[in-house]
């Protein structure tokens, strides 16, 4: 595959991504920002202070200032920390600009896209205190739905004073699919790879020899499983790699686009994330099977309405505050499910490659923003590994990125603490799991016992805290009840099943961590991963006042569970665990009470909402949520979770009236 333009081509853009505000604090910016060549920038930042005089400064970004690091012959991800001598005001509007080294240097020429109306830069808030904050996880471009990203722009267009903008926007997972993609998509992906010469690797333990003839291979499109070796041996990794696995009670998963290069995973991140790069391809239809070409026509209109609206995207991005964490779909599905799928997965040479590919984009596109401090050594190596691939025409050298996909896999601070009032802890319940010592196909648990245990002493002394965990602590009880069920039968890999209550060690540790002292007064725990919403108010049994527990879950910002299924769920689940059924003694929550909150739009008391959208929370000083909203995607206006009647308690604490209808 050929990665130079022809003499027909129009001239790339200086910048084709970004710029993504990432981790922000008074004394420090981090960005995110990818370029089709090395550029010297300049941040300019403009606010008014408290004396009412405008205060402009213009910091070079130069040295470690900003790291650029080459994944392709025109891609270059710049990765900007800049550390302020004197830190910038909170609660102030903070005009900025990243001037280039062009002739048309400012992002109103380069990226006028990144401007609301009337507004001649981008702006951003460094709030004091996080009093309001959006939240959502599971964005899949080829769903359906609207993106629930727009909603995001339509509040920032409808907020005339910064100060009441969100603090923050949390995704927690699931920021792309990497497991499953759309055939348009990966069309698109080829075309970028080859326009921007993303670098190419060698593939061991694969048909194919390396990603040039991968791309170009017929099975390339939705027949992927076929590009594993044809050995017994392999089965059961091509089943779950590529073949696909039969969900019968969830979803159904369709991994025959997945992706398996560093090149296919880097342009996936360019095309979710900017508007730029789909400019610049015009993806030709490859060839398929009538099936195939059906199914391809689908997804092509439903990516094409996904592209054209990632302008508004890209503008959230670079006014809010961006904080991300992994799930599975970032990697593959089921990643590190059982100790088992680890055995298999990280066993054979392809599929570690597979997953250390998707690690390493993580690394360069996520993870890095969240916490630069943790990432200097594997940073090295990236840079390294990158500065090898130039020098040898763009071909990464296979022993190096091995070794930096070891190490990323022996990883242990992907997980970080950010310094807010309430504080902020994301956890990383992927890879670090309590893996099962009994039965090495039971599901592990989402944290092992040395995790836990730093957990417990980050929140210890803290008055509130906001955590963050990609799958929900406290979950829908008969969904729990089926996945453990599949578990028992040694199929937990049929049902996902992935929840905080599945293991016998970790569940009653994160549930003690809870119950302990000198942890906070108040807890609110953000999830995603499920593809419905719901809110659960918790308190502790036997204990006078704190804590006080708020499990939100928001999913998807793309992607909405089966609604039939769903409403069957939420209906049997109000049922079979009614106030006075006895099977709430047989939960491990049974020493808590459960108070569900009500969506103000659903019919007849259902607990679970299922649109598309993003989480909006307020909270007030004490770190109380005293505003939960499901923003809709759809254009309905934003659902309000409500407390039920209190006038009936069930032996679990889950409380409800008569009518099961919400108390407004």
Not at 84 to 92: F, G, K, N, S
Not at 96 to 114: E, F, K, Q
Not at 244 to 249: E, L, R, T
């Amino acid at each position: 595959m050929s990665a130079t333009p022809s003499p027909s081509s129009p001239a790339l853009p200086t910048v084709l991504a970004g710029p993504i505000l990432r981790r922000q604090e008074s004394g420090r910016l981090v960005f995110w920002l990818t370029g089709s060549r090395s550029i010297d920038l300049t941040l300019r930042l403009a606010y008014t202070d408290a004396q009412g005089q405008v205060q402009q400064l213009d910091h070079a970004l130069d040295g470690d200032r900003c790291k650029v690091i080459a994944v392709g012959q025109h891609a270059f991800v710049h990765l900007i920390d800049l550390t302020l001598d004197t830190p910038l005001p909170c609660d102030t509007q903070i005009d900025y600009d990243l001037l280039t080294d062009d002739a048309r240097p400012s992002i109103a020429d380069w990226a006028p896209h990144l401007l609301y109306a009337g507004a001649k830069l981008p702006n951003f808030v460094i709030r004091s205190r996080i009093d309001h904050m959006l939240h959502g996880s599971c964005r899949k471009p080829h769903h359906p739905s609207l993106d629930g990203l727009l909603c995001a722009d339509r509040l920032l267009a409808e907020t005339p004073i910064p100060s009441q903008r969100p603090a923050l926007l949390m995704m927690s997972g699931d920021q792309v699919y990497a497991d499953d993609v759309a055939g348009p998509t990966l069309r698109a992906i080829h075309a970028l790879i080859e326009r921007l010469g993303l670098f190419d690797e060698k593939l061991d333990g694969a048909i194919v020899e390396d990603s040039v003839a991968l791309y170009a291979h017929e099975a390339s499109y939705y027949e992927r499983a076929e590009l594993l070796p044809a050995l017994k041996s392999n089965e059961t990794l091509r089943d779950r790699f590529f073949g696909g696995v039969s969900k019968p009670v969830f979803t159904s998963s369709n991994a025959g686009n997945h992706l398996v290069t560093l090149g296919e995973i880097m342009a996936m991140y360019l095309l979710v994330w900017s508007p730029v790069p789909w400019t610049l391809i015009d993806p030709d239809l490859p060839e398929l099977t009538p099936d195939e070409h059906t199914c391809y026509i689908q997804e092509q209109e439903v990516i094409d309405a996904f592209r054209d609206n990632l302008g508004d995207v890209a503008r959230v991005m670079a006014h809010l505050q961006c904080l991300m964490i992994f799930d599975d779909h970032d990697v593959t599905d089921d990643w590190n499910l059982s100790a088992s799928w680890e055995e298999t997965a990280y066993g054979h040479p392809f599929s570690r490659r597979i997953i250390g590919n998707a690690l390493v984009a993580y690394l360069l596109c996520q993870g890095w923003g969240n916490n630069p401090d943790a990432f200097d050594e594997p940073l090295q190596q990236l840079q390294a590994l990158s500065r090898g691939a130039v020098d040898n025409g763009g071909l990464l050298d296979s022993a190096a990125l091995d070794a930096l996909i070891n190490d990323l896999l022996r990883f242990e601070r992907w997980h970080y603490v950010m310094p807010t009032e309430p504080a902020l802890v994301v956890l990383d319940t992927r890879t670090r799991r309590w893996r099962s010592e009994f039965n090495l196909s039971q599901p592990s648990g989402l944290m092992d016992w040395e995790a836990l245990c730093e957990l417990q002493q980050e929140l210890l002394d803290h008055k509130s805290a906001i955590i963050v965990s990609p799958a929900p602590v406290f979950g829908v009880k008969l969904i729990e009840a089926i996945q453990r069920v599949f578990s028992w039968c040694g199929y937990p890999l049929l049902v996902d099943a992935e929840n905080w209550m599945a293991h016998r060690g970790a569940a009653p540790a994160i549930l003690n961590i809870f119950r302990h002292s000198r942890t906070p007064g108040n807890y609110v725990i953000l999830s995603g991963d499920v593809h419905y919403s719901f809110v659960y108010e918790v308190l502790i049994r036997e204990r006078k006042g704190t804590p006080h527990i708020w499990q939100i879950t928001s999913s998807g910002i793309k992607n909405e569970f089966p609604r039939r299924l769903l409403d069957t769920f939420d209906r049997l689940n109000r049922w079979l665990y009614s106030p006075r059924s006895p099977l709430n003694w047989f939960t491990k929550r049974r020493l808590m009470k459960v108070i569900p909150r009500v969506p103000e739009h659903s019919k007849a008391g259902e607990r679970l909402w299922n649109s598309a959208g993003l989480g909006q929370v307020f909270f007030d000083t004490t770190g109380q949520p005293t505003r939960i909203y499901q923003l809709n995607a759809n254009g309905m206006p934003p659902t309000r979770f409500v407390e039920l009647e209190q006038d009936r308690e069930s032996p679990d604490g889950q409380w409800s009236n008569a009518s099961g209808q919400p108390h407004r």
